[in-house]
């Protein structure tokens, strides 16, 4: 099984929808992250969780609401949506917070109408 | 603050071509220095790392050397192939904290 999987891997919603993204990890970590990769930008970080704990919000829109009920799943909540929000959001886990490397999921691709 | 560079693409190349893809960083302290490749529909897949100056990192027959004088972390591979058409992704992680900064990515082309 793949260390670090994402489900779906295409979403269209609309600006009134409420869609969840999922992550799970199989590799034993304790520290999950939640990235933004558009086009021609940097990827962004959006938020930590290290133990379950949210260690870090990168002052992401309160329309994006994380969950992450276990160290080995990690849920991105969506509601009222911006087409600007199209993006591929990408999910990574490592062992900890403190210098270890990180392993992604393939990504979810996300459509806002 | 903390700030990664990387060359723009895209970057074409025939098979069995060099590749070098530049990297400059700006950090504070220490960093650790990496490279990701994105391949077509899948997520980051780290290529090759170092953790400190003047460490070379490889793998795949690509290497990178941290270069803390010139603030570079430049990919270079000496025979592309095919395979490695995909997005390349510089990056650098904080000292002791896995906050990383990623580079705009550079895509590669390569043609047989």
């Known amino acids: 099984e793949t260390g670090v999987t994402q489900t779906p891997r295409h979403l269209v919603m609309g600006m009134t929808n409420k869609k969840s993204l999922k992550c799970e990890q199989h590799l034993g970590h304790n520290a999950m992250y939640w990235y933004k990769q558009s086009a021609k930008k940097p990827l962004e970080l959006m938020f930590v969780y290290n133990f379950k704990e949210q260690t870090e919000n990168n002052s992401v829109p309160s329309r994006f609401s994380p969950e992450c009920p276990n160290s080995s799943h990690l849920f991105l909540h969506l509601h009222t949506l911006q087409p600007e929000d199209s993006a591929l959001y990408l999910c990574?886990?490592?062992?900890?917070?403190?210098?270890?490397?990180?392993?992604f999921g393939p990504g979810t691709r996300l459509t806002v109408l | 603050g903390n700030s990664v560079t990387q060359m723009e693409g895209p970057v074409t190349l025939s098979e069995e071509a060099f590749l070098t893809i530049n990297c400059t960083y700006t950090a504070t302290g220490y960093p650790s220095l990496f490279w990701y490749v994105q391949y077509p529909g899948e997520g980051l897949q780290l290529l090759l790392k170092?953790?400190?100056?003047?460490d070379k990192g490889s793998n795949k027959g690509f290497e990178a050397t941290y270069r803390k004088e010139t603030t570079s972390f430049h990919l270079e591979k000496g025979s592309v192939q095919v395979s490695d058409s995909a997005v390349y992704f510089c990056a650098l992680r904080e000292y002791n904290f896995n906050k990383f900064y990623f580079g705009s990515g550079t895509k590669l082309n390569v043609k047989p």
């Open positions: 170092a953790t400190k100056a003047d």
């Open positions: 990574a886990s490592s062992t900890s917070t403190t210098r270890d490397t990180q392993y």
